[in-house]
């Protein structure tokens, strides 16, 4: 790969000279038309009620975009997208499109009151959904994803249309939409194609990403293409042994996740037996661990470091993950990107640290709604080869090494990554400071153990209030908020530690406490096995290992200890192994208490070892 070079100026660590800029990218829906004429009866999409060819999915995305037409959608409007993981989806997204609409979606999963404030800020026209009532407000249309209309003529997108908003979290406390152009998404996939992080010929892409977050825009838009669409259903995609059966069932030659989700799969894909290959794999979302990089170069794994802001485009700097790292690599063609200091200066000189700022075709139009955000975000570009063009100050801050290359160093505000999910620690502030009888709130970052990193919220009740109960405010935040906003411990204190400037000091914020000891009269799973012979005592050891608790209850609830999805997916997996149980992920997410969980493993042990699971083997191929 290109490093890059000492520079004299901040454009020298853009790929491309004003010669070298390339043509605006071909639109997306023009590829799919191609790639319908070209093999009609290859395979689309393949999901958990059914596949669809490429001929059906025209068939289908045409009927939809008509029947949007028809209830009133016209070119610019937004139109909400409120499904599951089902071929629907992405034949809604088209739809969309198809339409002369920009997309939001609205994750069924997350609580009503936040999906009814997305869709009336991005004030829609009209929303696709299964159910019949969504919680939208009064007055959009509602249509079901088989609604059909005569379909309208081929819709050709200005590079300048907008093609979806996505919601991020807000730092005011409430979640911000990002208007992305149909030209910026174009450009992405045309990018990633130069760079060789698709190969020319059709592949098959597992889409796992949430469509709520930007990461799914740079696997689903690959239909477009001509790719093979696997989507992963949710059962699947919380369960890594079923996960690689759908990999090699469907021959997945492309699989997008983060490092964190890497970890769990880890295993079942280093496998050997079958001859099933694993999947080149696009990592992003949050920054490659070290240790992890160091796994994938030695062991060969076919892999792809990718960085970008949901302001960007999804993808604006990868690297293919071999050799010394981790370290961000080089933006993709039509990139610019500079490291400056606060006076937009260019950093120069090994180890030296400063802000990255990026430009280019992928930039979003900026905030809706919101100008004196977007105009804080999105500033003018002294270094751009042509006049009038912005650059997006990321936030991140990063560091040259001595040959050159890029690497995260951190933040330069309070916006952190867990889990692969942007989050604005201020937007959980300010939910927990709502709530009665909260009178201040602090959040921050806590590494329960090693690479686990958790929210811990902390708070402060009113004087002469009544008494703070931190399970009672999580169960309502639970309520208002995604599980991925949800702290994982609450800590009552008497005041917020302060600085001498009055701001608090979240530097001085003790360590959550871990969960209190059981009483030795108490029938409490303490580490001794029991007549159930040792299977109470290796689910509390699990729970125990992986929450990072001295000790369990059989009355305790796993959410309330601080679990969250991986750390369930790591006890399922865990358990799988130690005792070659068919467990899957629900018999967790849908037990009461450490008890009932337990006597789920034993009904599963009851019904015999689990089935052997088929391995993949790794591999090498060269990104060009």
């Not at 990255?356 to 570009?381: C, E, I, Q, W």
């Amino acid at each position: 790969m290109t490093t890059y070079a000492e520079p004299a100026t901040a454009t020298a660590l853009a790929t491309d000279t004003p010669a070298q800029v390339p043509a605006p990218a071909v639109d997306l829906l023009a590829r799919l038309r191609a790639a319908v004429a070209a093999h009609p009866e290859r395979p689309a999409v393949h999901a958990v009620d059914g596949s669809l060819d490429f001929a059906e999915l025209d068939r289908r995305t045409a009927g939809l975009a008509g029947a949007l037409r028809a209830s009133g959608v016209r070119r610019g409007d937004r139109v909400g997208v409120h499904l599951g993981r089902t071929s629907d989806l992405p034949v809604a997204l088209l739809a969309v499109w198809r339409a002369g609409a920009a997309y939001v979606p609205l994750d069924p999963a997350y609580p009503a009151e936040r999906i009814g404030f997305m869709a009336a800020d991005a004030r829609l026209a009209a929303v696709v959904s299964s159910d019949a009532a969504p919680p939208v407000p009064a007055g959009v249309a509602v249509l079901r994803p088989d609604a059909a209309a005569e379909p309208a003529a081929a819709f050709t997108p200005h590079p300048l249309d907008s093609a979806y908003v996505i919601y991020t979290s807000g730092s005011t406390g409430r979640p911000k939409g990002v208007e992305v152009p149909h030209g910026a998404v174009a450009d992405l996939a045309a990018a990633l194609e130069r760079s060789g992080a698709y190969r020319p010929e059709p592949g098959v892409v597992a889409w796992n990403a949430s469509v709520s977050f930007d990461a799914s825009v740079q696997q689903w838009i690959r239909i477009c293409r001509g790719d093979t669409l696997v989507l992963i259903d949710d059962a699947r995609r919380a369960e890594p042994a079923r996960l690689v059966e759908l990999l090699a069932e469907h021959g997945v030659t492309d699989l997008d996740l983060t490092p964190s989700h890497w970890q769990l799969l880890r295993e079942p894909l280093a496998g050997t037996g079958t001859g099933a290959r694993v999947p080149r794999l696009f990592m992003g979302g949050e920054p490659v661990p070290a240790r992890t990089w160091r796994e994938m170069a030695d062991g060969g794994i076919d892999a792809l470091n990718l960085y970008g802001p949901t302001e960007c485009t999804v993808d604006a700097i990868t690297a293919p993950i071999t050799g010394p790292g981790p370290h961000l690599g080089e933006p993709l063609p039509g990139v610019r990107a500079y490291l400056l200091d606060d006076r937009l200066a260019p950093v120069t000189g090994a180890g030296a640290v400063g802000e990255l700022y990026l430009a280019g075709p992928g930039l979003a139009h900026g905030y809706p709604g919101h100008p004196g955000l977007t105009a804080g975000r999105f500033v003018a570009d002294p270094f751009a080869p042509e006049p009038g063009a912005r650059m997006y100050r990321t936030g991140d801050q990063a560091r040259r090494s001595a040959d050159g290359l890029l690497a995260y160093v951190g933040r330069v505000d309070r916006q952190v990554k867990l889990r692969g999910f942007r989050i604005e620690l201020g937007e959980v502030e300010h939910a927990l400071a709502a709530l009665d009888p909260v009178a201040a709130a602090a959040v921050t970052v806590h590494e329960a153990a090693p690479g686990d990193h958790r929210l811990a919220g902390y708070v402060t009740g009113a004087a002469g209030g009544a008494p703070v109960r931190p399970a009672d405010l999580l169960a309502e935040l639970r309520r208002a908020l995604p599980a991925h906003l949800v702290p994982s411990t609450l800590t009552v204190l008497d005041a917020l530690p302060l600085t001498p400037n009055g701001k608090v000091d979240h530097r001085a914020l003790p360590v959550p406490a871990p969960a209190p000891a059981p009483d030795t009269a108490s029938d409490a799973v303490s580490g001794v096995s029991d007549a159930h012979g040792g299977v109470d005592e290796q689910v509390a050891e699990v729970w125990r290992t992986v929450l990072g608790v001295p000790a369990v209850e059989p009355t305790d609830d796993f959410l309330s200890l601080g679990g969250h999805s991986l750390a369930a997916l790591r006890v399922v997996h865990l358990l799988r192994r130690r005792l070659g149980v068919e467990l899957q992920l629900r018999h967790l997410l849908d037990a009461v208490d450490l008890a009932d969980f337990t006597a789920a493993v034993r009904r599963a042990a009851a019904a015999g070892p689990a089935a052997a699971r088929p391995a993949l083997t790794a591999r090498r191929t060269a990104v060009r």
